[in-house]
């Protein structure tokens, strides 16, 4: 069975910076399409960033230019590096991948960004 397992949420001051990670663990054959999601409070889950298993990258128009995410195939993991964080990007955050050819689901890290 595999799992993803996300970390780096935190606190921050609105401008700062956090850097999330998505590991994937387990008897996996294929590391696809990796994706961060968020949801905030009262508000529905939404597509923040996304990379192919060729690293093309898309994002949402409110974080292009602040964040970036990224993959390490050898590891198994997704990253994304969030900067200048401003109060709306708080919400969980949760990261999705295509692994084995089946949608996984990380359950969620919380990111609070407020001064």
């Known amino acids: 069975q595999v799992q993803l397992v996300e970390s780096g949420g935190g606190l921050v001051q609105p401008g700062g910076s956090l850097r999330l990670s998505c590991a994937a663990s387990?008897?996996?054959?294929?590391?696809?399409?990796g994706a961060w999601y968020r949801q905030a409070p009262g508000k529905q889950r939404e597509l923040v960033a996304a990379?192919?298993?060729?690293?093309?990258?898309n994002y949402a128009d409110s974080v292009k230019g602040r964040f970036t995410i990224s993959r390490d195939d050898a590891e198994y993991t997704v990253y994304l590096q969030m900067n200048s964080l401003k109060p709306e990007d708080t919400a969980v955050y949760y990261c999705?991948?295509?692994?084995?050819?089946?949608?996984?689901w990380g359950k969620g890290t919380l990111v609070t960004v407020s001064s």
């Open positions: 990379v192919t298993s060729g690293a093309s990258t």
């Open positions: 387990g008897m996996i054959f294929s590391f696809g399409t």
């Open positions: 999705n991948v295509i692994l084995n050819r089946k949608e996984s």
